[in-house]
């Protein structure tokens, strides 16, 4: 009956990493949308120009259409794939708040897709800043997913189970991991704003812009330095020291992305310019232009969600469990009496 059990969670395991696998490509092509300003490729939702959307001739479609109706049929994979986890959970899983979890991620991912559709039908540019939030913050909860319905989560929790690990020390690890994890998805709330404000209306537009991006270099320069810090401290204590060493090197290669994306849209510093000199600015049709602005995009959602990740295997291995409700129905009854 153990190994029958053990089977069965894997089974639940197996479909939250397709899930999450599925996910990151969707984030990603939801930030070439923005990049390529896709957006409002089609005028309905949810059809496709009058068509189904899984009728629509997708590989016959060229440029924006391509781009966004792609979009669309990956949300749409992703929903049927958050489908089956939710049933496979409900079979499947034990833990009663990870079936509810299964539940959450699927009402994420209609949400998410209403928010897309709204900023369709009403053109409105602040929804798909909205939209461009939450895409990252659902990917996350996929992942969270993938963590706790790991074989590592449950034999971490026996192991931990009769032990007493709330030190000094492991309490300032978790508490560096969850503010790298903030710090994280502050980066992605003011980085959607930095993509979105060039595109709005109104007067403040210019000085939204403005202020986002000081507060991105900013962010960017505390999260580099609280990711060097957690990492130190991983390998320090010895505990999730490759998870750290992978969120090293994700910041690493988000912050040359991130020169990278300035560089291609706004030009070189003008203190750069003796040295080199671009003839090509802010011409976003370039493909390699393009790739390296939405990989900065993606890259963003992969640290949130690494850092996410170590917070909780953190929080699981000090014996942090997830707390349980009960409801008293003798003491409501005295209460209401």
Known sequence: MPSTNTNRTRFVHTWACVLACATFPLVWVGGLVTTTDAGMAFRDWLTSDGHFMLSYPWLSAVGDK?????????????????????????????????????LAILAGVILQGVLGGLRVVLDERTLALVHGCTGPMFFSLCVAM?????????????????????NRKQTRLLRLAIVCTCLAFAQVVIGAILRHSPRMTGSLAPSLFQTAVYFHLLLALLVVVNGLLLAWRCFQNGMQVRSGMCLVGLIAVQVILGAGTWVVKYGVPLWATTWWEMEFVNTQANFLQSSIITSHVAVGSLVLATALAISLRLARQFGISVPRISFDTSRLAEVAL
């Open 146 to 166: 993938v963590v706790f319905t790991s074989q590592w989560w449950r034999d971490a929790g026996s192991q931990t189970q009769n032990q007493n690990t709330q």
């Open 66 to 102: 391509f781009v966004e109706h792609g979009h669309r049929l990956l949300g749409a994979a992703v929903g049927f794939l958050s489908i089956v986890l939710v049933v496979v959970t409900w079979r499947c899983e034990p833990r009663r708040w990870v079936r509810w979890m299964s």
